[in-house]
T-cell receptor
Framework: QKEVEQNSGPLSVPEGAIASLNCTYS??????FFWYRQYSGKSPELIMS????GDKEDGRFTAQLNKASQYVSLLIRDSQPSDSATFLC????????????FGQGTTLQVKP | DGGITQSPKYLFRKEGQNVTLSCEQN?????MYWYRQDPGQGLRLIYY???????QKGDIAEGYSVSREKKESFPLTVTSAQKNPTAFYLC???????????FGEGSRLTVL
């Protein structure tokens, strides 16, 4: 079992719709969770971090965390073609090293 | 500008040659990391360093070496022992234990 799993996609949504990206992780003691956006050929960019169960909103982005189910998700409201990218879920490993374990990423395509 | 600078952006290497990728940061972050990304894959950790003059192997350290002589600098050497070095290499930095990684623009290495 992979430590951090994401559906590679592509996930295709029409412009203006809500895109829902999902991620599961295997280490129950993980406490810190992150979403990165990566445009083709570019480096990842941090868009959300979440540490507590529940929802965290930032503009059009909402991160949701459920530690009991070992599940973290990212919702993008009013999706725009400029949101088309790969979204990487990352989980901080145990042991207080600061190391992040990344999923393989979900490719999002927003169609005009 | 504050950030992480990687050089070169593109590098071509002949088989059997060692190459060194540069990573410099002016964010004053303690921790620095090297990740490798292959097409359609997530990021895999090569080496990381939480403090000057100390570093640890990540998940795929074989065929790579690093040094951390200054807080600002964390160069990565890809040695001839690395059997499949063609990849996108990403350097990142974070404040200790936050997990919020900030990435450089990456170095794309191609072995001819």
């Amino acid at each position: 079992q992979k430590e951090v799993e994401q559906n590679s996609g592509p996930l295709s949504v029409p412009e203006g719709a809500i895109a829902s990206l999902n991620c599961t992780y295997s280490d129950r003691v993980s406490q810190s969770f992150f979403w990165y956006r990566q445009y083709s050929g570019k480096s990842p960019e941090l868009i959300m971090s979440i540490y507590s169960n529940g929802d965290k909103e930032d503009g059009r982005f909402t991160a949701q965390l459920n530690k009991a189910s070992q599940y973290v998700s990212l919702l993008i409201r009013d999706s725009q073609p400029s949101d088309s990218a790969t979204f990487l879920c990352a989980v901080m490993g145990s042991g207080n090293t600061g190391k992040l374990i990344f999923g393989q990423g979900t490719t999002l395509q927003v169609k005009p | 500008d504050g950030g992480i600078t990687q050089s070169p952006k593109y590098l071509f290497r002949k088989e059997g040659q060692n190459v060194t990728l540069s990573c410099e940061q002016n964010l004053n972050h303690d921790a620095m990391y090297w990740y490798r990304q292959d097409p359609g894959q997530g990021l895999r950790l090569i080496y990381y360093s939480q403090i000057v003059n100390d570093f640890q192997k990540g998940d795929i350290a074989e065929g790579y070496s690093v040094s951390r002589e200054k807080k600002e600098s964390f160069p990565l050497t890809v040695t001839s022992a690395q059997k499949n070095p063609t990849a996108f290499y990403l350097c990142a930095a974070s404040g200790l234990l936050t997990g919020e990684l900030f990435f450089g623009e990456g170095s794309r290495l191609t072995v001819l």
